[in-house]
């Protein structure tokens, strides 16, 4: 069709055993005898984990000691973005914090005790189901929470819980996660030396246990102590943890065809939510391939000349499943230096990889002469004493995930979509049997009867509300039509013209000479929906072109940019990158001209008849008129002065060091002008703050509509996505006060009387809550904001699209900063309306346009231009 486009997970992490035994770091709350690490730590012996790291001369194999010791902490949230640890996110802010050496990041209240009601009235009422269950027993005891120091220090995760495991009788039921414990029962001292024997070596260590508190249930820690015992509970359904989360092996779907396996599983987690403690259950699949990397190197072999290459192209970035700890691990390099048969250095002296995984997992590796693939530390390990490579055998490295041709194998995807798209009664039929599995699971009664919890066993029923349909405008004159039951007004535009156009006169297309007769076809068809839509496109020059390569489309851009075109559109043979990142940089970067890249595949007529194109060539004509300064429809926003700003983050393809901050706003000045855009685009490097350039960017934002309109907007609305819920408390004391103190000097400078009227929301789209309408999804325009929503937050959820195959996701919507003086009501319906102006669809999308319009602009940088665009195009939609 038109320009590439582009393509939740939760982190409630419980890391513990009740009373029984510790599953190592990444092992958490699995009843799992294997360690965790590369070559991880077994029984109750703090055995080396091979590392790799590069001698004077040459690579050679080294061993590092696993530090990991369990020291990170559960984290809890309804949308599955709990705090994760250490480093920064997408989104370029710290990530939360974790327990132990770092605190626990507080909860941002951002709603005051005595703040109105945020419940809206608006819309028709309904009763509405959501994959939640509510805690019923209220919990009334109280935990004492414990630190523990072990010295001499200890390295295994699965020694240290062993160790205190020797105490369990003194201790009664106990949580332990590494560092902290929290007891039912009170010890006889607040402060207690106890002595522990390795039951091998015979090493004698000493146990400090010191009192630090009590755990109320109902506040952050103690949240996440019910998360490490749900955790625990689903022990007892023999899941198996991938990653952060668990898996049912036995139940894995095997599509053959395509050498792929998928594993479904539960992402879950537990928090207090408005009037109860609710448990979110959300079905989730991982994708597993048929393949170690061993086989990819093998084919390799057989297909490539330059087999080295090829095989370091095919695995590195690459996440692979090592069987024998459970454990993901992303490739970063690969060294055809070391092998199996190199040795590295352990307590007991060297030995090679070959022995190691025969004496430690009774492993025999088949190939002695394969390379070593080698994964970087993940920063956790490294503050732990980590080595910074970790080396890993290919022959025991499933591959995970799907590659970008698997990816374009539209048959493969939709094989893999009868399973992982299921319809909301397949999903509900899912949920119920898990919590049929976790009633009737004895190992999971006994955890639920020692902590006296009790689980309801029918989905959370809460009160939703339909908004009105919104009404689409394609002039000033019209009355406008309905967006529809499903909010898709695609057919209206064969009777309508678009609300504002700018005239195309000067306008190229260069195309392979093989598809110059598709182009002409398709050049056709665009006149005739432009001429429907009163669209003025007069003809364009035809550049003929020999080939497809990316020089020659530079080379002939060079020489149409020199007759200074409105628009050059450029059709090419396939998706390749390089020559489209070529296309971008020249007409981006180099020169401000915006561009329409046709695949020749989206413009060849099915059967060889011309009238299939006409649906993409109106989509096309449309994308084309907002490129030049035009828009297509408008809905009716009843505030005048009004800018909207959307942010999105994306990390570059190329130096994931690098990550480029997006920020797209609309200027609309009154309801019935046209509304102008502005965008402009930051690059930062890892760790550094964004609320360097937030503030910023959002003046130049305020600037632009000055000059456009001569006066300050009344309201500014900002929608900031890519934050995860660890960063809440970053954003608001950083990005949300920098901004505010920079537009309150600005505004009481112009001669304003009163402060800037701000509204920031968080917007999140990667969230595991889901609702249900009578086991059927709900319409777009369903409004949550009750029950599951979070009493410390304004918060609502908004179902703003509707989908065909599947279970529609719905959007979180946090009001963090409000000085509109707005209500609820008119805050959703405000967000609804922006999903209806997302120009690249004729439908709603499930975050405000001007957030899609962010993520498509840094999506473009970061992938393919890997450097800011011209200035001279920040007043036009050139990325759609």
């Known amino acids: 069709m038109a320009d590439r486009q582009t393509q939740g997970r939760a982190r409630a992490r419980g890391y513990t055993a009740v009373n029984l035994s510790h599953e190592g770091r990444e092992g958490r709350g699995q009843a799992s005898t294997r360690g965790s690490g590369v070559a991880p730590y077994g029984g109750q012996s703090q055995g080396p984990r091979p590392a790799w790291g590069p001698g004077p001369s040459e690579g050679r194999a080294t061993a590092h000691r696993d530090q990991s010791a369990g020291r990170s902490t559960g984290s809890s949230g309804d949308n599955g973005n709990g705090s994760s640890s250490g480093g920064t996110t997408a989104g370029g802010v710290p990530r939360g914090a974790l327990r132990g050496r770092r605190s626990i990041g507080d909860t941002l209240r951002t709603r005051a005790l005595d703040a109105p009601s945020k419940h809206g009235t608006t819309g028709t009422p309904l009763q509405l189901h959501s994959n939640y269950f509510k805690l019923l027993k209220h919990i009334e005891w109280t935990l004492f929470q414990y630190r523990v120091d072990i010295s001499p220090q200890v390295a295994s995760a699965r020694l240290l819980q062993g160790l205190v495991n020797e105490h369990k009788k003194l201790f009664g039921g106990f949580l332990f996660d590494g560092t902290q414990l929290f007891m039912v029962n009170k010890l006889r001292s607040d402060q207690l030396t106890l002595q522990s024997r390795h039951e091998r070596t015979g090493e004698v260590y000493q146990l400090r246990i010191v009192h630090t508190g009590t755990v109320d249930m109902t506040n952050e820690t103690g949240i996440q102590v019910l998360n490490l015992i749900l955790r625990r509970a689903m022990a007892g359904l023999n899941l198996q943890l991938v990653g952060r989360n668990l898996f049912d092996a036995a139940a894995k779907i095997a599509i053959r065809e395509y050498q792929i396996e998928l594993w479904p599983g539960y992402i879950t987690s537990i928090r207090q939510h408005e009037q109860d403690i609710l448990v979110c259950c959300e079905v989730a699949h991982k994708t597993m391939r048929m393949q170690t990397c061993y086989d990819i190197l093998r084919d390799c072999q057989k297909h490539d000349r330059n087999y080295k290459d090829g095989f370091k192209r095919a695995v ?143 989905l959370v029923e809460l009160p939703g509300r339909l908004l009105p349909q919104e009404m689409i405008f394609f002039s000033t004159t019209a009355s406008g039509v309905q967006a529809g039951e499903n909010a898709d007004w695609t057919a209206h535009f064969r009777n309508n013209p678009m609300f504002a156009t700018v005239r195309l006169n000067r306008w190229y297309l260069i195309v392979p000479n093989r598809a110059t007769r598709e182009a002409n076809d398709f050049l056709g068809c665009m006149i005739q929906a432009a001429r429907g839509m009163r669209f003025e496109i007069s003809n364009c020059e035809v550049v003929p072109i020999p080939d497809d390569n990316p020089g020659t489309y530079v080379r002939t851009l060079d020489n149409v940019l020199n007759k200074d075109p409105q628009m050059i559109m450029c059709v090419v043979s396939n998706n390749k990158a390089d020559r489209y990142t070529a296309i971008k940089k020249k007409c981006c970067v180099d020169r401000a001209i915006p561009t329409q890249v046709m695949v020749q595949k989206t413009i060849t007529p099915k059967g060889g008849n011309v009238r299939t194109l006409m649906s993409v060539a109106t989509k096309v004509v449309i994308q084309m008129n907002c490129k030049l300064g035009g828009v297509p429809w408008k809905v009716k926003i009843p505030l005048n002065g009004l800018m909207t700003i959307g942010f999105d983050v994306c990390h570059d393809a190329k130096d994931k060091a690098k990550s480029f901050g997006a920020m797209v706003a609309t200027l609309d000045h009154d309801n019935k002008g046209t509304p102008k855009f502005f965008s402009t685009v930051s690059q930062h490097t890892h760790g550094e703050e964004i609320s360097n350039y937030l503030p910023i960017n959002t003046v130049k934002a305020l600037n632009e509509y000055r000059k456009e309109y001569g006066e300050l907007p009344k309201r500014i609305i900002f929608y900031r996505d890519g934050v995860g819920e660890g960063q809440l408390h970053y954003i608001y004391e950083h990005e949300v006060k920098s901004i505010v103190e920079k537009l309150n000097h600005i505004y009481k400078s112009a001669g304003a009387e009163q402060d800037v009227l701000l509204t920031f929301f968080i917007v999140n789209k990667r969230i595991n809550t889901r609702f249900f309408d009578h086991r059927q999804n709900p319409k777009p325009g369903t409004v949550v904001d009750d029950i599951v929503t979070l009493p410390e937050r304004t918060d609502f959820y908004l179902v703003s699209q509707s989908v065909r195959q599947g279970t529609v996701s719905p959007t979180a919507y946090n009001v963090i900063y409000d000085t509109s003086g707005l209500k609820i009501d008119h805050l959703q319906m405000l967000s609804y309306k922006q999903c209806h102006l997302y120009y690249n669809w004729s439908g709603t999308t499930r975050v405000p346009a001007v957030c899609q319009y962010a993520h498509k602009l840094s999506f473009l940088v970061a992938q393919f231009l890997h450097q800011a665009p011209s200035n001279l195009l920040e007043k036009k939609l050139f990325f759609l």
């Open 316 to 458: 590195l970035g690459v996440v692979v499943l090592t069987s024998y700890n459970n454990k993901t691990y992303t490739i970063h390099d690969v060294t055809f230096d070391t092998t199996p048969e190199s040795t590295f250095d352990t307590k007991a002296g060297k030995t090679s990889f070959l022995e190691y995984y025969k004496t430690k997992y009774n492993i025999r590796i088949r190939d002695p002469h394969q390379p070593m693939l080698l994964s970087r530390a993940k920063k956790r390990d490294l503050r732990a004493g980590g080595s910074e490579l970790m080396a890993l055998v290919p022959e025991l490295c499933q591959m995970t995930g799907l590659t970008d041709q698997m990816r374009s194998d539209f048959r493969m995807m939709r094989a893999m979509a009868d399973h992982t798209r299921l319809n909301p009664d397949r999903r509900i039929e899912r949920l119920e049997t898990f919590n049929r599995r976790l009633q009737t699971s004895p190992e999971s009664c006994e955890v639920f009867k020692t902590w006296q919890m009790e689980l309801d066993r029918r």
